[in-house]
């Protein structure tokens, strides 16, 4: 499973807070929490600015200065990314994301293949992100066959399960587990990954809901999460669900984890 912190977000409030004040401190320590929590991969993302180009750099140097964990350059303006590319010298980015909407693949596509990067791409296009698994499923189909066609391999697309809130859908979760289930069996290669906090905005006692969707999601496929690895229930929610899925032989990643637990 390849996890992706989440905390460095400006859709989180305390992140925001910190791109606001440009508090370079809050940024390094929450980067190398996140590391030492296990995260493979840091997702930076400071779209909720006017100056989003300059906050995203500067982020960017701030992790770069004192950990050489990846990126996840998060942004819909395909400008801001090339800009943190032309700027630093990244090892194996992410760029998140990219859509069927003409001019976002047409942005985002010359910066994943000048990179090299992975890529996220949403199953959705100019009439929005379905509500059905099967949209959901024929849209990836199309995202992945363009990506493929220039250049870009299975092995460095991820297809975001667009996790949507159950607050305001009941069928959210059961939307993207069908698509799930689907994808994988037609995509070995194909990397899933989705939001896994996203399902339970609104809700009270939000980790259980996070916890059902993540042993769910984990069986139906999921090899990326993205969420707030700080978090040791959330971690062991994780290591739980790969031990159901059967991902974890003899139990030993789970044991361990648990291990790890009573040192704090």
Known sequence: MLIIGEKLNSSVPSAQKAFQEMDADYIKNMALRQTDCGADYLDLNAGMFADETEKLIWAAEQVQSVCK???????????????VLKRLELERPIINSITLEPARFEGMLPLVQQAGAGVIALPMDENGIPKDAERRVENARRVIARL???????????????????????????????????????????????????????????????????????????????MDVTSTEAKMALLAAELVGGRDEFCMEYLSGYRETQKD
């Open 69 to 83: 964990t990846p990126l996840v350059l998060d942004s819909v303006n395909p400008a801001a990314i090339a800009a």
């Open 148 to 226: 493929e066609e220039n250049g870009v391999g299975q092995d460095r697309i991820y297809i975001d399960l667009i996790v949507e809130a159950l607050s305001t859908d009941s069928g959210a979760a059961v939307h993207s587990l069908k698509a799930a289930a689907q994808l994988r069996a037609e995509y070995p290669d194909v990397h899933l990954v989705g939001g896994m906090s996203n399902v339970s905005f609104g809700l009270p006692k939000r980790r259980y809901v996070n916890a059902a969707f993540l042993a769910a999601a984990v069986c139906a496929g999921l090899d990326a999460a993205i």
